[in-house]
């Protein structure tokens, strides 16, 4: 019986003993430990690639209260390096804590989140509390923690919290004798939500409580073996972790552990291999491919183990958007929004699937993200919208892409989305007033400028054209029918105004040369006699205008039939 794709699974002892295919990244355990002299390293990539899976397995690996034997049986790290095994196996007290649900419409409902948090971990490690080798006032810290009990004591609270992990730590390395490894997945969830949220004073109150947190934790402390945190966007040194030493990150720029996030070509096709679809690799190449981290292309594997199992299902079944449906995608809509930046044309080229040159700044603050455009493309790059073209290193002139059609489909949602927010009120009525009023080239000169002011590129072929007059028609009240039955076929748009009896039919040409626009405008009316799309107007109507539209870019032509009803 073949393995289970496990869509969404997050911890790697349940997906191990589930009996669910697994893309071995445990030789990462071996070149953190052997191959690096790191006190705290930090793994910064985008979403949907395998964070929390990594460290779920760290957790798994070294914590002193399990039995790992079974899950690690047969992986890299196992068969590659029993003596390294033998000795750091289950061997070291390990805390691990994750922040992604740290988040609230302000900064006291998030704030009572990271207290529940620490609540449950404090309950996970109970038997602390009454260990004899407990200090005192640590015992009462963590029965108080524990309860959420500080009688109304804000200020011992808010620092208790702030110290938690040191004072767990503390506690755990009095009772196992040793120092602890320090776990901490999706460390600036909280900074990201804070600043989403528009309230900059939310975000300076949780910069102070996570800089706390992080600080007393990672910064000289006598009982911390190593950490190793994750995150979307390494959070500038000095704003979180001053003064944390034999601090090393690892981002999408890095070429060390490059080859731990993601998967490559070479996992991807042995994936697809053994469920017998490797005749869908070029299908899953082209939507889900294109990152590159340090020197390896990889696959989101989110995405990956998502498609696999629709294909498994139905082996005919066509690629989804992923990303789309698991987040509001409110960086980049953030970003195409700002009327400071000129990225318009930049945007064109990107959707065009050529490349831009920007420079990149891999240590930010969530409160400075907008203040440059710089520092917006390097956000971009740093959570997956965008990523390196080649495989070059460093930060001085990059040059980008989009990476797949999974994220060139997200950049037209949003590039569509905003520019029916910012579409000219006055410009749209004017354009729909020459049209019923059969004035073309005015209503051509119009929306060839509506063109001019969108983000619009070439492959949007006839379908941008169309979903923008549609939404230009439905966006004033009128009832519009895209692609309509009619006559021998199917008509582009038809839009009606009943109120005045009348409605208006329109056919859509790409052009492939600016030239051409004429000649397609007559061909369009040409496609509306032939197939009797003007034949017959419904009941109770009046007037019907017929019209053939060319595009070429942002350039329109329109042509009038010359026998309207």
């Not at 080798?133 to 524990?146: G, P, S, T, Y």
């Not at 730590?169 to 490894?181: E, S």
């Not at 001019?452 to 009832?479: K, P, Q, V």
Request: aromatic share 12%.
């Amino acid at each position: 019986m073949k393995k289970r794709v496990s869509v969404g699974s997050e911890f790697f002892d349940e997906l191990r003993r589930n009996n669910s295919y697994y893309v071995d990244k445990t030789e990462l355990i071996y070149e953190l430990v052997e191959k690096t002299d790191n006190k705290v390293t930090l793994f910064t990539r985008p979403r949907r690639f395998g964070k929390t899976l990594t460290m779920t397995m760290l957790d798994s690996f070294f914590d002193i209260r399990r039995d790992s034997h079974d899950v690690f049986e047969n992986l890299n790290v196992t068969n590659n390096h029993p003596e390294f095994c033998a000795e750091w196996m289950n061997q070291y007290p390990t805390l691990f804590l994750s922040l992604k649900d740290v988040e609230g419409l302000n900064f006291e409902s998030a704030f009572e989140m990271l207290v529940v948090l620490i609540s449950d971990l404090c309950i996970k490690y109970g038997f602390l509390e009454n260990d004899s080798r407990i200090a005192l006032a640590d015992a009462e810290i963590f029965h108080r923690m524990m309860f959420k009990k500080w009688e109304n004591d804000k200020d011992a609270r808010y620092s208790e919290i702030k110290g938690s992990l040191k004072t767990i730590m503390r506690m755990m390395h009095a009772v196992y004798g040793k120092p602890v490894v320090l776990i901490i997945d999706e460390y600036d969830v909280p900074l990201a939500k804070a600043y989403q949220s528009k309230d900059m004073e939310f975000y300076r109150q949780m910069l102070d409580v996570i800089r706390g947190l992080l600080s007393t934790a990672l910064k000289t402390n006598e009982y911390l073996k190593f950490a190793v945190l994750t995150g979307c966007l390494r959070v500038s040194k000095e704003s979180i972790f001053t003064g944390v030493n034999n601090f090393a990150c690892y981002s999408v720029n890095s070429v060390q552990f490059s080859n731990y996030f993601g998967f490559d070509q070479n996992e991807v096709k042995e994936m697809l291999d053994y469920y017998d679809l490797s005749d869908r690799y070029e299908l899953m190449k082209s939507w889900y491919d294109g990152y590159i981290f340090g020197n390896n292309e990889v696959f989101c594997p989110w995405d990956v183990a998502r498609f696999t199992a629709k294909l498994i299902a139905d082996k005919n079944a066509e690629p989804e958007n992923f990303w789309a449906n698991t987040s509001s995608n409110s960086i980049l809509d953030d970003f195409v929004s700002r009327e400071e930046f000129e990225v318009a044309d930049k945007f064109e080229t990107l959707l065009n699937g050529d490349t831009i040159t920007q420079d990149i700044c891999e240590e930010l603050t969530y409160d400075q993200m907008a203040a440059s455009e710089k520092n917006f493309w390097s956000v971009l790059l740093m959570t997956g919208y965008v990523s390196k073209a080649d495989k070059s290193d460093g930060t001085k002139g990059v040059k980008l892409r989009i990476p797949n059609a999974e994220i060139t489909d997200l950049f037209r949602e949003t590039v569509v989305a905003k520019f029916e927010r910012t579409l000219d009120r006055s410009a749209a009525e004017n354009f729909i007033s020459a049209m019923w009023n059969q004035d073309m080239k005015t209503a051509e000169e119009i929306l060839t400028d509506i063109l001019w002011d969108s983000i619009s590129y070439f492959d949007y072929g006839e379908e941008y054209y169309h979903g923008m007059l549609n939404g230009i028609f439905t966006g004033r009240g009128y009832a519009v029918e895209s692609n309509a039955e009619s006559g021998l076929g199917r008509l582009d748009l038809r839009v009606k105004d009943r109120k005045n009896r009348r409605m208006i039919l329109m056919e859509f040409k790409r052009s492939t040369k600016e030239e051409h626009l004429e000649r397609d405008c007559e061909d369009a009316l040409e496609q509306i006699k032939n197939n009797g799309y003007a034949r017959k107007m419904p009941m109770g109507y009046r007037k019907q205008i017929v019209c053939g539209i060319a595009f070429f870019g942002k350039v329109a032509k329109i042509r009038l039939m010359e026998e309207t009803v």
